[in-house]
């Protein structure tokens, strides 16, 4: 926890798709400050037709790299989901070459009896963790 659902148009490599989870997964440890092994991803491809991801206006033009990344997690503070952002956009920019401006974020928040990890169990609750 937090659960990344990542979209993109289809067309990576295997090794680039794991780039890029792993690019966000550090972005998430070091931000939102989970363990290491609090990693659940979810990588959905899309033909390009199937993804419109315009600008609202701000100016710039995505390209066929652009990806959505939905957060869903526990509530964080505003410096943390900022920090987030900044980290992955860097990674992602770095270890994905995939540009600022194809980077789309939503960090969806919801309560600890929001989650079971397993054992039908909602192990924020019981204590379990």
């Known amino acids: 926890m937090p659960l990344l659902k ?3 148009i289809k ?13 966000t997964h550090q972005a998430m440890v070091e931000a939102f400050e989970v363990p290491e092994r609090d990693r ?9 037709s199937h ?3 315009q600008d609202t206006g701000l ?10 990344i939905t957060a869903i997690s526990r509530p964080r503070s505003v410096e943390m989901k900022q ?13 994905c070459g995939i540009a600022a401006t194809d980077v789309v974020v939503s960090v969806v928040t ?3 009896d929001d ?5 039908g169990r909602a192990q924020f609750l019981t204590g379990e963790l």
């Not at 100016?59 to 959505?68: L, Q």
């Not at 989650?115 to 054992?119: C, H, N, V």
């Open 59 to 68: 100016g710039f033009e995505r390209t066929d790299r652009v990806v959505v």
């Open 115 to 119: 989650w079971s990890f397993g054992l």
């Open 51 to 53: 993804m419109i991801i």
């Open 40 to 48: 659940y991803q979810i990588f959905n491809e899309h033909e390009p």
């Open 11 to 23: 067309g990576r490599t295997s090794a680039q798709i794991q780039q890029l989870l792993d690019a």
């Open 6 to 8: 990542i979209d993109a």
């Open 83 to 95: 920090r987030f952002y900044a980290l992955l956009v860097a990674a992602l920019e770095e270890k």
């Open 110 to 112: 919801n309560r600890d």
